[in-house]
């Protein structure tokens, strides 16, 4: 599995835009980008994943590199409810399970 | 989460002795996991099952044992409970595998092996 590059931690304010980076430079063309995120004390939540177009939805927008290499996820208005650890995997095409990084963990300040 | 059931919540079992955690899903997914997750080393794959009677192993599959015998249960067993499987369990449910479908993970089993 390829493998991606997270910051550990970062911070953010209520209700202000956040952007966390994913690089994954050995990305293959046939790779998905996913995001997960867990919140204290639940299990992972699925919050997005794309191949090569930018994709929304209602938790988050993806933002993809032109060459693939890196990835955005945007929370466009955090809430404190935002805060968790998210993290970017990759998945091959006919891939059959999900391996976690380590992840970014965001704090969200009142 | 809806459609995912994890049994039971908590448990305290003694070294040695054999344990059973439940997965239970109602969605008709193909595919089913079990994951654990412990400080430092974040969420690890234990065994996945992608259809009934066929499971594989993960990363971390030393010390289980799987079973699935009808499409909603995947039932993870620790045959000999040792300290180092004190860990939080975590049963996810997928409907066609991953590469371009997400994942839905049940609540999770707090597991403590003294």
């Known amino acids: 599995d390829a493998k991606t590059t997270q910051p550990n931690s970062m911070e953010s304010n209520e209700e202000e835009p956040v952007h966390l980076p994913c690089n994954h430079s050995t990305i293959s063309g046939t790779d998905y980008i996913h995001w997960y995120r867990q919140l204290p004390s639940q299990g992972p939540e699925y919050v997005i994943h794309g191949l090569t177009s930018n994709v929304n939805n209602r938790m988050a927008s993806l933002a993809i590199a032109e060459d693939r290499k890196s990835s955005t996820l945007i929370l466009h208005r955090a809430t404190l409810r935002d805060a968790a650890v998210y993290y970017c995997?990759?998945?091959?095409?006919?891939?059959?399970?999900?391996?976690f990084g380590q992840g970014t963990r965001l704090t969200i300040n009142p | 989460d809806a459609g995912i059931t994890q049994s039971p919540r908590h448990k305290v079992t003694e070294t040695g002795t054999p344990v059973t955690l439940r997965c239970h899903q109602t969605?008709?997914?193909?595919?089913m996991y079990w994951y654990r997750q412990d400080p430092g080393h974040g969420l690890r794959l234990i065994h996945y099952?992608?259809?009934?009677?066929?499971?594989d192993k993960g990363e971390v599959s030393d010390g289980y044992s799987v079973s699935r015998s009808k499409t909603e249960d995947f039932l993870l067993t620790l045959e000999s409970a040792t300290s180092s499987q004190t860990s939080v369990y975590f049963c996810a449910i997928s409907e066609k595998g991953l590469a371009n479908y997400g994942y839905t993970f049940g609540s999770g089993t707090r597991l403590t092996v003294v």
């Open positions: 099952s992608y259809g009934v009677k066929d499971t």
């Open positions: 969605e008709n997914h193909r595919y």
């Open positions: 995997i990759l998945s091959s095409q006919g891939a059959q399970k999900l391996v």
